[in-house]
């Protein structure tokens, strides 16, 4: 490729991710005017996974500040190549035990937390870089067996194993339906998410703010539903 198309093709990929982003606002916030809480922040995670250092920079360039990773190695990587932008990353992705003292203050949000062994590797972590690392919970709700995140019942136990952990804070909850290609499919695991928090919050005495839910596919039934964080890909970037 000659240096005026390589030009020309980044000038045109910038186009496509400013247009990406702006729609993708643009949803967020009609589907928030049809809510009782209009004001609500919602907050959009790119999710960059699989995607080139140069979009994510590219979109990052065009205002947008947080960044959703599932790899470590990857993640850890991009931040450390990403240059002078304003970003925030959240870790999204499957955490084993064994990689979660490199997750540990490195990620403004840890949203995958789901068995108390990993919590306590998170927390041993930040202990030692004494800092305080916010997390959210991942709920299984549909039982699927190959999927990450706590079974609902185990739920309640966890989120108090996980308050008494000093160097954590739990800031809320986080599920990832399983695959549909209607998002109304996908409604009832927003609103039981939502009401799972209720229900931690009244019977723990504490404040969640976070319902981390909805991704491209679905990511306006979320809103509706209550989401503050919404996790969004393809929509952005394209297919991976
Ligand atoms: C990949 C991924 C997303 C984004 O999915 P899209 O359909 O591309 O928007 C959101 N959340 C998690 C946990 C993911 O792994």
Redesign the pocket.
Known sequence: MNPFDATEKSREQKKILQNNLESVLARVARALETTAEPHREVTLVA?S?KQPLEKIQALAGLGQVHF?E?YVQEALGKMENIGDYNTRWHF??GLQTNKARHVAGKFSMVHSVDSLKLARELNKKAKSLNIVQPVLIQVNLAGESQKYGVPEKDLPELSEAVLDLDHLRLDGLMV?PPFFDDPEKSRPFFSRLKRLRHDLEQNLGINMPHLSMG???DFEAAVEEGATII?????LFGT?
């Open positions: 999710v996974k959703g599932n999204i992705g990832m991704m491209s596919g996790r969004v890909g393809t929509s991976r």
